[in-house]
């Protein structure tokens, strides 16, 4: 009986210590280096808060959409913008498509010697998803067929082609990296998040850098390159372990525009239009 009680506590204690996830887990095992909370104080002291103009369009062609809904739900978002990425206005709009499906940490959280794995996760209460072909953008469209009408309706029935196009994808639904089967992400709702919100509310500039250094320490500033995912020898997310068909993987794989950035060196070199034919 004694046997047992220890067992349990034991595994009550293992489990309770990688309940918060292994990115809050390092957070608490952080101490920022001088140099980097010097680097933080100075971001903290020429920020400028950005107020987003609504109905901001250029009839016909320019419409902003409003901001990602799923992005709520995420830590990185109390300060960041929704969509985050605006640096380059080359990749910028391709990178903030991947935020529809892809969680942020899956490109920002990289520790080394850590084996994390990649998982569908609902960002609203962070259960699991199934993982399933229907969960990807990609589908390989159906033949078309003969229409044929209905006598009763005298209505042509809808193509395959045209019931897969319709098909929405749940934008919610994301890629979360997970360390030994606790998802990796920080919610808006956690402890941590809620005091770090405050902070910035009411904290010092001080106080306000020396959190923004601690929350960045274990992230990487630039995510991976685009060839880290769209390649077929060593990518970084297991396709098919998510779901994707053979078609599904091929397409993601050998993606047309990731080839197109392959080809920058840097971001001022410009390409001929006549050079994306080859």
């Given at each position: 009986?004694?046997?047992?009680?220890?067992?349990l506590l034991c595994s009550s204690l293992y489990s309770w210590a990688h309940a918060e996830g292994l990115y809050l887990q390092m957070?608490?095992?952080?101490?920022?280096?001088?140099?980097?909370?010097?680097?933080?104080?100075?971001?903290?002291?020429?920020?400028k808060d950005i107020?987003?103009?609504?109905?901001?369009?250029?009839p016909p062609f320019h419409k902003r959409n409003k901001q990602i809904p799923s992005l709520g739900h995420s830590f990185c978002t109390t300060c960041h913008l929704s969509p985050p990425h605006t640096k380059s206005v080359r990749s910028r709009t391709f990178m903030n498509m991947h935020t529809q499906y892809i969680a942020c940490e899956t490109c920002h959280f990289r520790p080394e010697a850590v084996q994390l794995s990649y998982q569908w996760q609902d960002t609203r209460d962070g259960s699991l998803v199934q993982a399933r072909p229907e969960l990807f953008r990609v589908q390989k469209p159906v033949k078309k067929t003969t229409q044929s009408i209905q006598p009763d309706t005298?209505?042509?029935?809808?193509l395959p082609w045209q019931e897969a196009k319709a098909k929405k994808i749940n934008p919610f639904y994301k890629?979360?990296?997970?360390?030994?089967?606790?998802?990796?992400?920080?919610?808006?709702?956690?402890?941590?998040?809620?005091?770090?919100?405050?902070?910035?509310?009411?904290?010092?500039v001080k106080e306000?850098?020396?959190?923004?250094?601690?929350i960045h320490a274990p992230l990487s500033e630039k995510g991976p390159k685009c060839q880290a995912c769209h390649n077929e020898e060593k990518s970084l997310l297991d396709l098919a372990t998510l779901?994707?068909?053979?078609?599904?993987?091929?397409?993601?794989?050998?993606?047309?525009?990731?080839?197109?950035?392959a080809r920058y060196k840097d971001e001022k070199q410009q390409i001929r239009i006549m050079s994306l034919l080859r």
């Amino acid at each position: 009986m004694t046997r047992l009680f220890i067992i349990l506590l034991c595994s009550s204690l293992y489990s309770w210590a990688h309940a918060e996830g292994l990115y809050l887990q390092m957070l608490n095992n952080t101490q920022p280096s001088s140099e980097q909370i010097q680097k933080s104080l100075k971001k903290v002291e020429e920020h400028k808060d950005i107020a987003l103009r609504e109905d901001l369009e250029v009839p016909p062609f320019h419409k902003r959409n409003k901001q990602i809904p799923s992005l709520g739900h995420s830590f990185c978002t109390t300060c960041h913008l929704s969509p985050p990425h605006t640096k380059s206005v080359r990749s910028r709009t391709f990178m903030n498509m991947h935020t529809q499906y892809i969680a942020c940490e899956t490109c920002h959280f990289r520790p080394e010697a850590v084996q994390l794995s990649y998982q569908w996760q609902d960002t609203r209460d962070g259960s699991l998803v199934q993982a399933r072909p229907e969960l990807f953008r990609v589908q390989k469209p159906v033949k078309k067929t003969t229409q044929s009408i209905q006598p009763d309706t005298m209505k042509p029935e809808p193509l395959p082609w045209q019931e897969a196009k319709a098909k929405k994808i749940n934008p919610f639904y994301k890629v979360t990296p997970f360390y030994q089967q606790q998802a990796v992400v920080l919610g808006r709702n956690n402890a941590f998040a809620q005091e770090t919100k405050k902070l910035w509310e009411s904290g010092g500039v001080k106080e306000k850098a020396a959190r923004r250094a601690l929350i960045h320490a274990p992230l990487s500033e630039k995510g991976p390159k685009c060839q880290a995912c769209h390649n077929e020898e060593k990518s970084l997310l297991d396709l098919a372990t998510l779901g994707a068909t053979a078609y599904q993987m091929d397409k993601i794989q050998n993606n047309i525009i990731s080839q197109f950035f392959a080809r920058y060196k840097d971001e001022k070199q410009q390409i001929r239009i006549m050079s994306l034919l080859r």
